[in-house]
C-alpha cells in the first residue's frame, strides 16, 4: 500500500518537473529566436530562415539601429517620461481614493464606489471618446494625451481599496484622528507606508500599461518625434515589411542594402531590453502584492 | 456645546476626505461620462464639420446596415466564443499548472519556471506580433524551416484563416499563463497542510489527493474569476487580434472581434456613425449580460455577486 503511493507519487512528480520545464521552454523559444535574430546576418535570415542560433553571426541589426538613433532615442524620452509622470500622478491619486472609499466614516463610500465601478458596466465605446479629445479638447499630439487617460482604471482602484482595508485596521485611523492628524495626513503619513506592497503592485501594473502602450499614439499622435516606443517600433516594423515587400514586388534589391530583418529584431530587443532587465527584480513585489490584494479582492 | 464641536469636526474631516476624491471623481465624469453623450453619433451620419448635433439625423439606418450585412452576427459570435474559450482554455490550464508546481519540492527549479512562465505577460503586444512573424512568416519563419527539414512544402500561415482561432488561443494563453497561473497557486499556498496530513494517514495517494483537498479548495478563486470574465465577455482582447492580425483582410471572417471592427471603422475607413453604433451595441449588450449573470449569482449565491 505504501510502497504503492510512493511510487505514484514518484512518477507524478517527475512528470510535474518534465510538463513545466517543456512550458517553460515553450515560453521562452519565442524570446531565444528574437535573439538569435537580431545577431544573425539579413542575408541569412532570409535565406536560412530563423534560427535558434545564428547561421551567420553579424551585427548589421545594431549597426542599423545606432547609425540613425535619434528617432529612437527621442522615442524613448517620450516612453519615459510618459511612464514616470502617469505612474507617479496615477498612483497619488489611487492610493487616495482607495484610503477615501475604505473609510468607514465616509458617508457617501458606496455611492462614490459605483460612479466610479459603473464605468466598467457601460461606456460610450472608443469612437465618442475619440471625438471628444481630439474635436472637443483639442489634444491630439500633446503628452497629456499619452499620460491622462491611463492614470486610473476602476480595477485598480478597487484593489488599492481592499489592499488599504486589509492592511491598516480601523483603530489606526481612529488614534490618528484623535492626535489631531487631519484625513490627508494620516493618508499621508500612515497609509502610503503601512500599504507599500500594495503600493508596489498598482504602480508596476501602471508602469508596465505606460511602457507597453502603443495605442494612444496610434490614435491621437501624428508628429513622429512623439511617438511612444512600443509605436515607433510598431512603424518601423511596417515601414520594413513594405521596404522588402517592394523589394520582392520590384526587383530593386533595396532590401540588400538595409537590412530589414536583423534591424526589426534587434529594435524589438532594444525597446524591450529594459524590462527583460528590471524584470527579476519587479517580479517579487507583483508576485507578492497581487496574492495579497487580488485573492482577497 | 460638544456636539456642535463633535458635528463641526466630521463636516470638516469630510471636506478633506472630499477633497481628495474630487480628482479622481473629475477625472472620471470627463474620461467616462461625457462621452456617453456622443452615443448620439451612433444615429447620425457623421460629418466633422457639422459636429455633435450638426450632423444628419438617420435613424436606426447604422444598426440595420450593421445587421443586414451580417457583420453583427459575425462579430458577435467572434468576440464571445473567443472570450470562452480563453476563460475556459485559460483557467483549466493555469489551474493544471498551479497544482503540479504546486507539487514540485525544488525551490530554486519552482522560482525559476515560475518567473519564465510569467515574463510574456509583461510584454507588449507589439512585441508579439514580431514574435508571432518569427514563427510563421512565408518565407524565414520558423515553421516553415521545420517543415523544409522535414520535407514538407512550407505554409503561408497568413493566408490560412483556419489555423488563426487556433494560433491566438495559443498567444493568448503563452501570454497570460503565468499571470492567472501565480493567482491560483497563492490560493494552493493558502490551503492548510493540516487536510494533507490528514488525507496521507488515510492512505490517499498523491492524485487523490489532488483531486478531493486541492481541487475542491480552488473553487473559489475560480468562480471569482469565471465571473469577472463573464461581466467582461462582450469586450474583445484588442490589443492581441490587431497586433497579431493587422490589416489583414483575408483573415477578417475569423478573426475580426467588435473591438477591431470598431477601430477599423474609425482609423481605416472613417466611418464614425457606423464605428460608433456598433460600440454601442457592444456596450448595451454587455451591460445586459451582466445585469443577467449579476442578477442569477445573487439568488444562487449572494457572496459571490459582482456588486
Known sequence: ??????????????????IITLISLACLFPFLLMISGSFTSNESIIRDGFHLIPQVFSLEGYKMIFTFPDQLLKAYSVTILVTVVGTVTGLFLITMTGYVLQRKDFKYRNKFSFFIYFTTLFGGGLVPWYIMITKYFNMSDTYAVLILPGLMTPFLIILMKNFIKSAIPDEIFESAKIDGANDFRIYYSIVLKLSMPGVATVGLFLALTYWNDWFLSS?????????????????????????SQMATGTGVTLA??????????AMALVVTGPIVFLYPFVQRYFVKGLTIGAVKG | MLKKRGFLYELNKNKVMFLMLMPTLIFFLINSYFPMVGIYYAFTSYDFAGGLFGSPFVGLDNFKFLYQSGALWKLTINTIGYNIVFIVLGNVLAIAIAILISEIRGKLFKKFTQSIMFLPYFMSFVLLSVLAYNMFNFESGFFNQVLKSLGIAPVDIYNTPWVWPILITVFYIWKNLGYSMIIYLASIMGISDEYYEAAKIDGANIIQRIWH????????????????????????????????????????????????????????NFDIGMATAAGLYQSLFGFVLIMTVNYIIKKINEDYALF
Open chain 1, 1 to 18: 500500500m505504501k510502497d504503492n503511493n510512493s511510487g505514484m507519487s514518484l512518477l507524478f512528480k517527475t512528470s510535474a518537473y518534465l
Open chain 1, 219 to 243: 490614435l491621437f499622435i501624428n508628429d513622429t518625434s512623439m511617438y511612444q516606443l512600443q509605436y515607433y517600433l510598431y512603424n518601423t516594423i511596417n515601414t520594413m515589411l513594405f521596404v
Open chain 1, 256 to 265: 540588400k542594402e538595409i537590412p530589414t530583418e536583423s534591424t526589426k529584431m
Open chain 2, 213 to 268: 483537498i486541492t481541487v475542491p479548495m480552488l473553487k473559489p478563486t475560480f468562480v471569482i474569476l469565471l465571473l469577472f470574465a463573464l461581466g467582461s465577455i462582450m469586450k474583445g482582447q484588442f490589443d492581441l487580434f490587431y497586433q497579431l492580425v493587422g490589416n489583414n483582410g483575408l483573415l477578417y471572417d475569423v478573426t475580426d472581434i467588435i473591438d477591431t471592427y470598431v477601430y477599423r471603422s474609425l482609423k481605416v
